[in-house]
């Protein structure tokens, strides 16, 4: 663990962000970021830090019958994970990326050792007898001492793991809220010193660096001006940790305004029609983050801060009803998974915000024990467990129909009629900054099963997202179902 001395300017941001408040003059340092709009959010926002839901005190909530019924899988879960000893940190895994490319070693390691909080700590808010703090207590002791957050692959010079800086990645923005909803959630129940040790990591990891690039106009945090799904994940993850950590209201003040200012670039990413650039996969993961950051400014400014009141975020919310061939069946365009499916949580939540009138329900989502690797599957909980979605501006039910054509990127999608089973969707366009060299790939959906199509990602690795990127097949149109013509792929 590196010391405070080794980094003098994240000290002094982490040291202030502790506790002094935000002067005027200091709001005025923001180079894009307005004072009188963190002015005005600070009127907005309660006097203490708040996290996502009910805290585990909340006993008329957490001891709800439904609630404790919906927990018992990670309840029953936590006796053998509390048992075992923390994952050991790998300095070998993490370090195979810089030597020749591989990303999957490293990130099994890092996600193992994070994989047990959210069942400990459900387990813990379902029980309140303190059976499992131990765990929690060395658990967090150990996440908050490991070299780095940051993913092997987002540390190509491997500033992070040798200490030299830190950079907040979409693995570091969901350590960081999952840890300070872990405090907001336990509380006075965690020893002092193990709340300490975890609030100064966050602060020096992922506050006060991402402070710094508020002061300096996005610099060193390149994410803040993209329009895909890394600005969606990390402006989640750093503000759900501000709006549950910063004792100083002014302070989350100036974190919503950069979560409110920045995430307008997210949306610059989507066509009007709400097509998924990025492809189906990456619709869950970045649009599922876009909820719950939207969740978290509802619930932190009295539903005052609303990112669904767009006409936009309603067309990319009903993407994931329109790009449907059959029920759980989605054509594997881009870097989608072959298991990917659309997210049913997201799907519910905006369901129920926008009243689109379809069968998903928040009441109706399970609290898994295995938890999606990047996620903060303790805001999850508290989102499928206690929220009720307030309704949206620009929101209405809305027919899916038997067929859909996005004519911002000449993608169709075809649905089955009552008693029939086949759908299809073909795709004319690209997939942004996940694309293939495939244009004029399809897929055809028989039920649940595709005959023939597209077959979606292939293993990321150092080359996936490099100059080389369509020098791998599966990438480029080899393998995919287009025509060769002459001998010569697509360019």
């Known amino acids: 663990m590196m010391s405070w001395p080794r980094f003098p300017k994240l000290m002094a941001f982490a040291l202030w962000l502790s506790g002094a408040c935000l002067s005027s003059a200091h709001a005025g340092r923001f180079i894009e970021i307005a004072p009188e709009r963190v002015a005005s959010l600070t009127q907005q926002l309660p006097d203490k830090p708040s996290g996502l839901g009910p805290a585990c005190l909340d006993r008329s909530a957490w001891g709800q019958a439904d609630v404790q019924r919906r ?24 370090l195979e990326y810089s030597r020749n490319g591989v990303r999957g070693n490293g990130e099994r390691m890092m996600n193992a050792r994070k994989a047990g909080l959210h069942v400990l700590v459900l387990a813990e808010c379902s029980q309140w007898a303190g059976s499992y703090l131990p765990a929690i207590s060395r658990l967090l002791q150990a996440l908050s001492t490991q070299p780095t957050w940051t993913w092997p692959a987002h540390d190509k010079d491997l500033r992070n793991f040798r200490g030299q800086r830190f950079e907040v990645d979409l693995f570091a923005a969901d350590t960081a809220n999952e840890l300070a909803q872990t405090l907001y959630l336990l509380g006075d129940k965690l020893e002092g010193s193990t709340r300490k040790m975890v609030r100064d990591a966050v602060m020096q990891r992922v506050l006060a660096p991402v402070r710094a690039s508020f002061e300096a106009g996005g610099k060193d945090h390149w994410w803040l001006k993209a329009d895909h799904n890394w600005n969606a994940v990390c402006l989640k993850g750093v503000t759900g940790t501000a709006l549950a950590l910063l004792p100083d209201r002014e302070d989350r003040a100036v974190f919503v305004a950069g979560a409110e200012h920045y995430i307008r670039n997210y949306l610059g990413g989507f066509p009007p029609d709400g ?19 939207r969740e978290m400014l509802m619930q932190a400014t009295a539903n005052q801060v609303d990112l669904f009141d767009n006409p936009l ?25 072959r298991n990917t499916r659309m997210d049913d949580t997201t799907r519910a939540y905006a369901n129920e915000a926008y009243g689109l009138g379809q069968p998903q329900t928040l ?27 307030a309704p949206a501006g620009h929101g209405s039910a809305s027919a899916v129909g038997l067929q859909t054509y996005f004519n911002t990127v000449g993608a169709l999608v075809s649905r089955p009629g009552p008693g029939e089973t086949l759908g299809f969707a073909i795709k004319a366009g690209g997939n942004g900054n996940h694309s293939h ?52 792929l697509q360019r």
């Open 71 to 94: 927990l018992q899988e990670v309840t029953k879960a936590a006796e053998k994970i509390a048992a075992q000893p923390v994952p050991a940190w790998d300095d070998e895994a993490y």
């Open 275 to 293: 097509y998924a650039l990025e492809g189906p996969g990456y619709w869950n993961y970045g649009f599922s983050h876009y909820t719950e950051l």
């Open 313 to 337: 975020v309603r067309e990319v919310a009903l993407y994931a009803y329109r790009f449907e061939m059959t029920p759980g069946n989605v054509a594997l365009f881009g870097d989608a998974g």
């Open 363 to 389: 009441f109706s989502q399970s609290v898994s024990v295995i938890a999606p690797a990047n996620s903060s599957p303790l805001v999850q909980a508290s989102i499928k467990l206690f929220s009720k979605p």
């Open 437 to 488: 060299n495939d244009v004029g790939s399809y897929t055809i959906a028989l039920g649940a099963e595709q005959p023939v199509g597209d077959a979606g990602a292939t293993v990321y690795s150092s080359k996936t997202f490099s100059k080389d990127r369509f020098t791998i097949r599966g990438i480029n149109s080899w393998g995919h179902p287009v025509p060769v013509v002459a001998g010569q």
